[in-house]
């Protein structure tokens, strides 16, 4: 394959910033090489499919990773394949987190402001609660009752149903979890 002047030129520079760096991994040396990797970077991103504000500050984790731990790097002459395992390190873990965050709902909010909401409807907020976890499992209504009408702690639900705590926690998550995109609107009317 045939590399053009222009490609060769960017190679060497791109060696150079790389030596420089790894010599003497001043700022004046890391300044050269984040302004010759950081659009490469943020290309590698937009590529993946990311929006030009998430690989922007992709680039920048990327590259103040590589300024911490340019020390690591054993072999100088893969440190561009170590900077792009960095970054699609840092793509993946973007990626898993943002499969983690599930929407709920802030259950404190909803009732004030839904019976205020409900036109014409005389109910108390507990009643107006009641109704709308209708759906839920009686087990998940239970927990809910408790948790957001009685407002009793995590910990006394559980010693009342000889549950552990945790397990009482992420079934309160899971019902909210459900009720989120039923309550939504009066969520968002609430802020």
Not at 19 to 38: H, Q, V
Not at 95 to 106: A, C, D, L, N
Not at 166 to 171: E, L, N, V, Y
Request: net charge positive; charged share 25%; hydrophobic share 45%.
């Amino acid at each position: 394959m045939f590399n053009s002047s222009s490609e060769k030129e960017r190679s060497i520079q791109e060696r150079a910033a790389v030596e420089t760096f790894l010599e003497s991994s001043g700022d004046d040396a890391f300044a050269g090489l984040f302004n010759i990797f950081t659009p490469q970077l943020v290309s590698f991103f937009r590529a993946r499919g990311c929006e030009l504000a998430l690989s922007e500050d992709l680039a920048q984790d990327v590259m103040f990773l590589v300024y911490r731990k340019a020390h690591q790097l054993r072999d100088r002459s893969l440190f561009r394949a170590w900077l792009f395992k960095i970054a699609r390190n840092a793509l993946r873990r973007h990626y898993g987190k943002q499969t983690r965050e599930v929407e709920t709902i802030e259950m404190e909010k909803v009732p004030d402001h839904a019976v205020a909401s409900s036109a014409g409807h005389t109910g108390t907020p507990a009643f107006e609660f009641l109704h709308w976890i209708a759906f839920l499992d009686t087990r998940e209504q239970e927990l809910l009752r408790l948790r957001f009408v009685e407002q009793w702690e995590y910990h006394e639900i559980a010693a009342a149903q000889s549950i552990p705590i945790g397990t009482i926690q992420w079934r309160v998550f899971n019902a909210k979890k459900k009720l989120a995109p039923h309550l939504k609107p009066f969520n968002r009317n609430a802020a």
